[in-house]
């Protein structure tokens, strides 16, 4: 039996939240250059429009997610790296420091003084959040490479979309974690009205270029206890 590989993989408070609520069940990242220059595909994104058809690099190769997914492959596992912090609790007689989380908790103080001063938490960015700090762990399903525009309407929604509701028989979306009521995407003009258009604004609303349509990892996963 393969051994299971455990790596860290950051995500945003949003998308942290659309995990615990079960909404988001898969991510997408872009291929970085030196994947590109992995998989023969060139030494700048755009360079080329097609992946090799053939062969051990090809992206429907276990030995092409073997050597070059940087996430793993199925069965591995991902620990969730997120927006921390340490706040001062009471434990019996004494007091002690309890690991609180800004994406479910961004109002934490830190402590209170004796003169009832409160003191917010210093929040630590994902990137320094050490192994046993988190508190979410993923096995991945399922690993492959495709164009970012080839994204159907059930993975847009796989990941991490806020359902808005339906109106003349269509389904709406927002990558938005607020609930609009009926009709503001005609009366205010709001965007992302289908499942794949949302996608669009999510990845354009973190600093993504939809338009370039590059090549995606896509990454699916499910909730394991940690």
């Known amino acids: 039996?393969?051994?299971?590989?455990e790596r860290p993989i950051l995500f945003s408070a949003p998308m942290v939240r659309a995990i615990l609520e079960g909404r988001k069940t898969v991510t997408r990242r872009a291929l970085n250059v030196q994947a590109l220059k992995n998989?023969?595909?060139?030494?700048?994104?755009?360079?080329?429009?097609?992946?090799?058809?053939?062969?051990?690099?090809?992206?429907?190769?276990?030995?092409?997610?073997?050597?070059?997914?940087p996430f793993g492959q199925p069965g591995d596992r991902l620990w969730v790296r997120e927006t921390f912090g340490l706040q001062v609790r009471q434990y019996g007689g004494?007091?002690?420091?309890?690991?609180?989380?800004?994406?479910?908790?961004?109002?934490?103080?830190?402590?209170?003084?004796?003169?009832?001063?409160?003191?917010?938490?210093?929040?630590?960015?994902?990137?320094?959040?050490?192994r046993h700090s988190s508190r979410i762990l993923l096995e991945i399903t399922d690993v492959r490479?495709?164009?970012?525009?080839?994204i159907s309407e059930e993975q847009a929604v796989a990941e991490g979309l806020i359902w808005q509701g339906q109106e003349n028989?269509?389904?709406f979306y927002s990558h938005a974690e607020r609930k609009y009521p009926p009709g503001a995407h005609q009366q205010f003009g709001i965007s992302g009205v289908d499942a794949v258009s949302?996608?669009?604004?999510?990845?354009?609303?973190?600093?993504?270029?939809?338009?370039?349509?590059?090549?995606?990892?896509?990454v699916e996963f499910k909730r394991v206890t940690p």
């Open 1 to 5: 039996m393969p051994e299971i590989k």
């Open 198 to 218: 949302a996608f669009r604004n999510l990845w354009n609303s973190v600093g993504g270029d939809w338009d370039a349509n590059p090549w995606v990892w896509v």
């Open 145 to 150: 490479v495709e164009r970012l525009q080839d």
């Open 94 to 130: 004494g007091a002690g420091e309890h690991i609180v989380y800004r994406a479910t908790n961004p109002d934490a103080i830190y402590c209170k003084s004796a003169e009832g001063q409160e003191y917010p938490v210093k929040w630590k960015p994902s990137i320094h959040m050490p």
């Open 39 to 69: 998989i023969g595909y060139g030494v700048q994104l755009g360079e080329c429009h097609e992946l090799p058809s053939e062969g051990p690099l090809h992206p429907n190769s276990i030995g092409y997610y073997t050597d070059f997914c």
């Open 169 to 171: 028989g269509k389904t």
